[in-house]
């Protein structure tokens, strides 16, 4: 069987975004705006959490990415405070603390995603383009369609072309997961985190051998490859 | 020492008892004034008492002989020794008979009982320059003062004749001073007992204090094995020393586990630190072509992501071992944990060629938390599915739970070669320990020292066995109540 590997260069990501970065450490900020710019995005950033209060609220962005410790005002209490005024930009809460119960105080406050210093670019990137998207999200279609391919949320069944495919529960949720956000890269992390709810590392490559035992279900017989390997990030689910 | 009034004032010891200190003096006050009050007017009573009873006998006296008796009686009842005052006068007021050579002016005109005790003088108070009787006629103003005090009862009789009968107040007078100057005395006394009390009570509570400070002080001066004084009384204070050494023996075990992640850190991440630079500076220094330097790149992050994991892999082992994890515990079932890492698992397992299984039906609550479990279990499973590989027959991880009395036992076990020296099967948990055989796998030795400090972290126990052939993995967890 072909597999599609797609270099991150092909991909099409959605329209250029405009991206506030919260961030102390300059270096880190200003690579983050370069590598931001460079994947077609504007990038703000603000050296500590008063300014970038102020420019949250002076302007409309498509997502912040916000350190939670920070000069002048901590992070967690920047996004409670946005949050309390009605603002609902999608936040990627950056932070060194790595544990489940920093994670879950992190999300209380506000935020919608939470990455672990250090993390690689594409991990970041594949993440604040989902939380761009979650604005117009498909939580609420009972039916996702990408190509020939097609999944019911409520009968739970998958088919592709004329074809049943039968899937195991988990494969399920992995193609449920993976179609939700059809067009945009998943990574492994998120996987493991949106699929199977773990928030640790596993030593082996165990989400590749499930989305290849994936692949072969919803591919094999077909002509077109619809489930990519984006090479150096993750996956995607994508038509053609 | 700084045991200065002032400082003792300044305690809260001090300043209770000075205050308890004038409420009793105050009381003790009212106490002595009520008491000397109370015996005065006692005694005051009896002397109407004994008066009254004087003046009855004499007015029978007047009955039964008329004046002259009257005269007769008092004049023998005066003469008598510590005698009563007694006195006859005429309607002017003018003295004719008794014991009592001038009044103050005005009893005479007095009906009934004096309302005052009175000053007067008695005859036979050797008295140089005494007036004769006749001068005082009414009592009047003498030269030289009278000298005692007396209460009396003056009475008259049908013939507006003028009987007075009094007593002395000089004695219960007397008594009274007394009963006040001893009172007085003790009051005094017992104040300064109080005082002396309060002192040394707020000088050895200043002490301990000071002790107390003086200890703290050379603990937050970096000596952390320094402990607060237990005297061994057994009072407050030991009490509290005595919790604040727990708490400074926990801080103490804190800071020593902190200390020794940050030597771990250093020790074990330099090592692969190191190679890291050396790589980058060979390709940096070689005449390379961009796919050359390219790969140098990449193998740097994929260096750099090892890194990271290492350091993640000490840092929650160190926190999960010194106990100040956050991570919240809620009721976990082991089952569940065992098929859904199994299930994770289980697409690699197959495509390895190895046989994964876990027979685990119904529930098994532990309290716990549930990502840490998998965890630790992920890692087992990962290991004795690499190592069942040695397997001489088919490859097979076999996952099993079982209940114990107090416990539930989680058992991954593989049909590899094992471990066969029990001493390293001992060593296989300690850190960064990685046995022969295991060098050439994959991996920074940390696994198994994570599994244990998660069991630590849970109040179980992790436990390497043989299970010919191959290696047993125990998980034992203390069962949750609930679950029983």
Request: with cysteine; glycine share 8%.
């Amino acid at each position: 069987m072909h597999v599609s590997i797609l270099e991150p260069a092909e991909i099409n990501y959605s329209g250029p975004m405009k991206i506030l970065v919260i961030e102390d450490d300059r270096e880190a900020a200003e690579y983050l705006e370069k590598a931001l710019e460079e994947a077609g995005h504007t990038a703000h950033v603000a050296g500590d959490g008063e300014t970038g209060f102020a420019l949250a609220e002076s302007s409309d962005y498509d997502v912040m990415i916000i350190d939670r410790m920070l000069p002048r005002r901590d992070g967690l209490s920047v996004i409670a405070g946005l949050r309390s005024r009605g603002n609902t930009t999608p936040v990627l809460i950056l932070s060194a603390l790595g544990e489940v119960d920093d994670r879950v105080t992190g999300l209380r406050a506000g935020g919608d995603d939470y990455l672990t210093k250090p993390y690689a670019f594409s991990e970041l990137l594949a993440r604040i383009e989902v939380l761009n998207r979650r604005a117009t999200s498909r939580e609420s279609e009972t039916v996702y369609r990408i190509g020939d391919l097609e999944l019911d949320r409520l009968s739970h069944t998958v088919r592709r072309g004329a074809v049943d495919i039968t899937l195991q529960p988990r494969e399920f949720r992995l193609l449920e997961y993976l179609m939700r956000h059809a067009g945009q890269v998943v990574t492994r992390t998120m996987l493991l985190e949106n699929v199977w709810d773990y928030h640790f590392d596993p030593q082996t490559n165990v989400i590749d051998v499930h989305v290849s035992r994936l692949r072969g279900k919803i591919e094999k017989g077909f002509d077109s490859p619809i489930l990519h390997t984006v090479r150096g990030a993750g996956y995607m689910l994508k038509a053609g | 020492m700084a045991l200065r009034l002032p400082a003792i004032m300044k305690t809260t010891a001090a300043r209770l008892s000075a205050l308890y200190l004038i409420l009793f003096t105050l009381c003790a006050i009212l106490l002595v004034f009520y008491m000397t009050s109370l015996s005065a007017r006692m005694l005051t009573t009896q002397t109407m008492e004994t008066i009254t009873e004087e003046v009855q006998g004499l007015a029978q006296s007047y009955q039964r002989g008329g004046l002259p008796y009257l005269v007769r009686t008092i004049e023998r009842r005066a003469r008598q020794p510590g005698a009563n005052l007694y006195l006859i006068a005429d309607a002017n007021g003018r003295i004719l008979s008794g014991n009592v050579e001038s009044l103050e002016l005005g009893v005479l005109s007095t009906d009934g009982w004096t309302d005052r005790p009175f000053a007067y003088q008695r005859f036979g108070d050797n008295n140089p320059d005494r007036r004769t009787a006749d001068s005082s006629t009414s009592g009047a103003a003498q030269p030289s003062p009278p000298r005692h005090k007396a209460i009396a009862l003056v009475s008259r009789l049908p013939n507006q004749m003028i009987v007075l009968v009094g007593r002395d107040l000089t004695e219960p007078e007397r008594f009274r001073e007394v009963v006040q100057r001893a009172l007085m005395a003790a009051l005094g006394m017992m104040g300064l007992g109080a005082l002396l009390i309060w002192y040394f009570v707020g000088r050895r509570a200043l002490k301990h204090i000071d002790q107390v400070s003086g200890a703290s002080r050379r603990i937050m001066g970096g000596d952390l094995s320094g402990r607060l004084p237990v005297t061994g009384a057994g009072d407050e204070f030991d009490r509290l020393s005595e919790n604040l050494n727990n708490m400074l023996a926990r801080i103490q075990d804190l800071n020593e586990g902190l200390r020794q992640v940050s030597d771990n850190i250093a020790h074990d991440l330099k090592t692969p630190l190191t190679r890291l630079r050396n790589r980058a500076e060979a390709a940096l220094s070689s005449n390379g072509t961009p796919a050359d330097y390219r790969a140098a790149l990449e193998n740097a992050i994929a260096e750099s992501d090892q890194l990271i994991r290492t350091f993640n892999a000490i840092l929650m082992i160190s926190r999960l071992e010194a106990g100040y994890s956050s991570e919240p515990v809620t009721k976990v079932d082991l089952a569940a944990a065992v098929r859904d890492v199994v299930e994770l698992y289980e697409p690699v397992a197959e495509e390895s060629g190895v046989v994964l299984e876990a027979p685990v039906e119904g529930a098994f609550m532990v309290n716990g938390n549930r990502e840490l479990i998998a965890q630790a279990l992920s890692n087992i499973v990962d290991n004795a599915i690499k190592y069942s590989l040695d397997s001489t027959g088919t490859p097979t991880v076999k996952v099993t739970l079982e209940k114990g009395a107090q416990e539930v036992r989680l058992r991954v076990a593989d049909n590899g070669q094992g471990i066969p020296d029990p001493v390293d099967r001992e060593r296989a948990t300690e850190r960064f320990v990685r046995l022969e055989k295991s060098r050439s796998q994959p991996g920074s030795g940390l696994g198994l020292s994570l599994c244990k400090a998660v069991m630590k972290f849970h109040h179980g126990r992790l436990e390497l066995a043989s299970a010919d052939p191959g290696l047993s993995v125990t998980m034992t967890f203390p069962q949750s109540e609930a679950g029983k």
